[in-house]
């Protein structure tokens, strides 16, 4: 029994394992809440309520999604070049700063060429970020892990000194920057609230990005690199190439995310405007198995647990901070059974031994 109940959860994969992940991290998070004094059906309804409730429940839920939905497909793309990029924070950041600096310059440009020029910005920023690491690592053998965790700290750094000094607005007694332009403004599909066409942007990166993955050359080599980088090499695929490459576009992803909350949300760049959406995007990543597509959904489900928590601060006395326990579980519940199966491969000898003991 044991050794078939065993064999099925290593069978789990994709949609499957990260719906039931979900559903455990729910329970499990229940049940310390229950532990700790507090009523789990509160806390749940208010989250509910919160992130589903009401128009402006599920337009918070959406616009909580989209960054991120970006951050999420930025560190799922990396992957698929088996590249850890722990970076999209601070790539999400200098993307803010470049569309900032390029949304409040007076071009005398019409919407239609000044957002598209302060969008691409945002994005050539955060590409030309995320590749200096790829830069490192094929040329000084850098670890991308280590390097893109420093640079989130230049570049939040670099923004705090910016926001306290030469781009400080006028009069402001916030780390901000002026308003940028009307020209370059993302605009919101609802006059009232902060939800931009920046949601359907990100829906179609996620598709765009699965489109180019399965049915361009490139894609298929960043697959292959991912997959067997020595087998790749042999093949005649430059892995040098496609390390750059793969972090350049995932830079571009996560700058993105940083130029949709500036243009459309805030509409200017102020000190600490992340909610950690570049590390979240890790806990998108793995709920999303990966897949491009699933990165929707996973941002959706975080976004309406980010939404739905400031109902059940506002409504309950039961801390915020469980919300954080289910993101904790969901990313330990989707990674335990991935990494069995990496243990089995490795050894599977020593793991068919090991678990013939514990069945007799």
């Known amino acids: ?36 004094g507090y009523n789990p059906i509160e806390a749940f309804g208010a989250i509910l309520a919160g992130s589903f409730g009401s128009q402006r429940a599920i337009v918070q839920t959406l616009t909580q999604a989209t ?5 999420g497909l930025a560190f799922a793309f990396a992957k698929k070049a088996s590249l850890i990029n722990l970076g999209a924070e601070g790539q999400l950041y200098m993307g803010a700063l470049a569309s ?12 239609a060429l000044h957002l598209p020029l302060a969008v691409a910005a945002g994005m ?87 489109l180019f993955m399965d049915r361009t050359a490139l894609g298929y080599e960043i697959r292959a690199v991912g997959l067997n980088p020595d087998a790749a090499e042999t093949a005649g695929i430059s892995k040098a190439k496609v390390t750059i490459v793969a972090l350049c576009i995932s830079g571009c992803i996560a700058g993105l995310a940083g130029a949709s909350h500036v243009l459309g949300v805030d509409r200017r760049l102020i000190n600490g405007f992340s909610n950690d959406y570049g590390f979240s995007g890790i806990s998108v990543a793995a709920l999303a198995a990966d897949s491009p597509v699933g990165v929707i959904f996973a941002g959706i489900v975080f976004g309406a647990l980010r939404a739905g928590t400031m109902e059940l601060n506002r409504t309950t006395s039961i801390p915020v901070e469980f919300v954080n326990v289910i993101q904790a579980m969901v990313v330990i519940l989707v990674a335990a059974p991935l990494l069995v199966k990496e243990l089995k491969r490795l050894n599977p000898a020593g793991w068919s031994r090991k678990t013939k003991k514990e069945v007799a």
Do not use: H, W
């Open 1 to 36: 029994m044991k050794k078939r109940a065993l064999s099925g959860l290593l069978k789990l994969d994709g949609p499957l394992l990260s719906i039931l992940s979900l559903l455990i991290a729910i329970v499990i998070s229940g049940v310390i809440m229950a532990v700790c």
């Open 67 to 71: 960054p991120l939905i970006f951050t």
């Open 100 to 111: 900032a600096a390029v949304g409040m310059l007076d071009l005398g440009l019409p919407m």
């Open 124 to 210: 050539a920023a955060g590409g030309l970020y995320a590749g200096l690491v790829g830069v490192l690592k094929v040329k000084f053998g850098s670890n991308e892990v280590i390097a893109t965790v420093m640079l989130n700290s230049i570049a939040t750094y670099l923004v705090d000194y910016l926001l306290n000094g030469p781009m400080l607005a006028e009069n402001s007694s916030v780390a901000q920057t002026e308003r940028v332009l009307e020209t370059a403004q993302l605009p919101r599909i609802f006059q009232q609230y902060q939800l931009t066409i920046a949601i359907l942007l990100a829906v179609a990166a996620c598709i765009l990005v699965k």
